[in-house]
């Protein structure tokens, strides 16, 4: 990969919380629960924006 590639956007677990209108631990509880793809960068969790486009898309089961 080249410098100049760009590399998929991923938010915060906050920001995810933000915008679904949970808290963080919800959030946190998605991807416990495997409702929700996330990906590590060292100690950081983060939600790559075509996993926020899913969700918009198809919505999150919360059964």
Do not use: C, N
């Not at 677990?13 to 409702?35: D, F, I, M, N």
């Not at 060292?42 to 999150?60: C, L, N, Q």
Request: proline fraction near 5%; charged fraction near 35%; charge should be positive.
């Amino acid at each position: 990969m080249t410098r100049t590639q760009e590399l998929p956007a991923h938010k915060t677990l906050p920001e995810v919380a933000k915008r679904y209108g949970v808290s963080e631990k919800t959030v946190r509880g998605w991807h416990q629960s495997g409702k929700l793809k996330v990906v590590r960068f060292g100690r950081s969790i983060r939600v790559p924006d075509a996993e926020i486009e899913r969700i918009d898309r198809d919505g999150i089961s919360l059964h």
